[in-house]
C-alpha cells in the first residue's frame, strides 16, 4: 500500500511539474482577460457620453454595421461580440510569438487542451513574451514576435471593441471584424492554417462587399481600400514564394555537408535577396515605400515567413473554389465549409 501511495505521489508531483508551465501560461492569460473583463463599457455608455469624440463615435456605429452586414450578407454567425468597449490608453494588449527550425520554413507548434494545436502563442504580458522568445532563441529556432489589434475568444467570451480599432480606416476596420467574426462561425481544432487562411479570404472579401453595399462602385473608401489590398496581397505572395525558396535552400543542407557557418551564410543571402525584390512589386508603384520599410528594420528570418503560409497560403484556393465551383455564391460557400468541418 505504501509503495501504491509512493508511486502515486510521484506521478502528481511529475504531472505538476510537467503542467507547471501550461498552468502559468493558463493563469497569466486568464488574468489579462479577465482585467478586460472588468474594465470594459456597454457600447451605449459610450456613444451616450459627451466627452468621447464623435468621430469615434462613428467608427463603433460602422463597427455595428459592419458587424449586420456579416451576418445578414455572408451568412456569419450572430454574436455579442463588440457590443462592449474596452480603453486601451494608448498601449498594446497582447503579442504573438511565432517561432521555425533554424533551417527548415516550419512552425514550432504550441499545444493546449480542447482548444488544440497553434503555430503561435499569445502573451497580455510582454515580459513574458520575450522571455518565452529568449528560451527558444537559445534552443536554436528563428522567432518573431509582434503585437496584436484584435483576437477572438471563439464565442466563450464577448470580444469588445478596442479602442485601437477606431484609428483604422473603414476598409481595414471592416476586414478586422469580419475576420474575427469567421473565427466564431467555423473554427477547425488543430488546423490554424485553414482557420487564419479562410478568415483572411472572408474579411477581404466581406470588406469589399461591405465598402460597396455602403459607399458605392466608385467610392475613395473602396478604391482606397482595393490599392492597399492589391499591394498587401503582392506583398503575401512574394513572402510566400520566397518561403518556397529557403526550402529549396534548406533541402540541399541535407545532402551538402555545409558548415554552419556556410549554411547561414547562404541563408542570409537568400533572404536577403528577397527583400532587396519587393522592389518590384506592383510594377514599383509601392517601391519607395517598402525601401523605407525594409530599411528600418532587421531581414526577416524563417519565423517571419511563417505568418505569411498561416495567414495567407490558401487564399488562391479559396478564390477559384468559390468562383468557379461555387458560382460566388458566399452564404452556400459558407456553409458548405461549415458542413464539411461539422462546425457547429
Do not use: C
Not at 123 to 129: E, I, K, P, V
Not at 190 to 219: C, M, Q, T, V, W
Not at 293 to 311: D, G, H, M, Q, W
Not at 329 to 336: D, E, H, I, V
Amino acid at each position: 500500500m505504501k509503495k501504491a501511495f509512493l508511486v502515486l505521489g510521484v506521478l502528481l508531483i511529475g504531472s505538476g511539474l510537467y503542467y507547471r508551465e501550461l498552468l502559468s501560461y493558463g493563469y497569466m492569460q486568464a488574468k489579462g482577460q479577465l482585467d478586460i473583463i472588468w474594465n470594459v463599457v456597454p457600447v451605449e455608455e459610450v456613444l451616450q457620453d459627451p466627452s468621447f469624440p464623435d468621430s469615434l463615435k462613428a467608427q463603433i456605429r460602422l463597427i455595428e454595421e459592419i458587424k449586420q452586414f456579416g451576418v445578414d450578407s455572408l451568412g456569419l454567425t450572430p454574436s455579442d461580440n463588440y457590443t462592449t468597449f474596452y480603453d486601451q490608453k494608448g498601449k498594446p494588449l497582447i503579442w504573438l510569438v511565432t517561432a521555425s527550425e533554424k533551417y527548415r520554413i516550419k512552425a514550432y507548434k504550441w499545444h493546449f487542451p480542447i482548444i488544440g494545436s497553434f503555430p503561435y502563442k499569445g502573451y497580455f504580458d510582454s515580459t513574458r513574451a520575450v522571455s518565452d522568445e529568449l528560451v527558444l532563441k537559445n534552443k536554436g529556432y528563428d522567432t518573431d514576435i509582434g503585437e496584436v489589434s484584435a483576437w477572438s475568444t471563439l464565442g466563450y467570451l464577448k470580444d469588445p471593441i478596442l479602442s485601437s480599432m477606431l484609428t483604422k480606416s473603414e476598409g481595414s476596420l471592416a476586414n478586422l471584424i469580419l475576420h474575427e467574426l469567421t473565427h466564431g462561425t467555423l473554427f477547425v481544432k488543430s488546423n490554424l492554417e485553414l482557420n487564419e487562411n479562410l478568415a483572411s479570404f472572408i474579411g477581404n472579401y466581406g470588406a469589399e462587399r461591405f465598402l460597396i453595399f455602403k459607399y458605392g462602385p466608385d467610392s475613395k473608401e473602396l478604391k482606397n481600400y482595393r490599392f492597399s489590398k492589391n499591394y498587401n496581397e503582392a506583398y503575401a505572395q512574394h513572402m510566400l514564394r520566397g518561403s518556397q525558396i529557403l526550402d529549396s535552400l534548406y533541402d540541399s543542407f541535407e545532402t551538402q555537408k555545409y558548415s554552419e557557418i556556410t549554411k547561414d551564410s547562404l541563408k542570409h543571402s537568400a533572404i536577403a535577396a528577397i527583400v532587396s525584390n519587393i522592389d518590384t512589386l506592383l510594377n514599383g508603384k509601392m517601391a519607395l515605400y517598402s525601401r523605407k520599410n525594409n530599411e528600418t528594420r532587421e531581414l526577416p528570418n524563417n519565423a517571419v515567413f511563417i505568418s505569411y503560409k498561416t495567414y495567407r497560403s490558401q487564399q488562391k484556393i479559396f478564390k477559384k473554389e468559390f468562383e468557379e465551383k461555387y458560382d460566388s455564391n458566399f452564404k452556400t460557400y459558407l456553409n458548405q465549409l461549415k458542413s464539411i468541418h461539422d462546425s457547429p
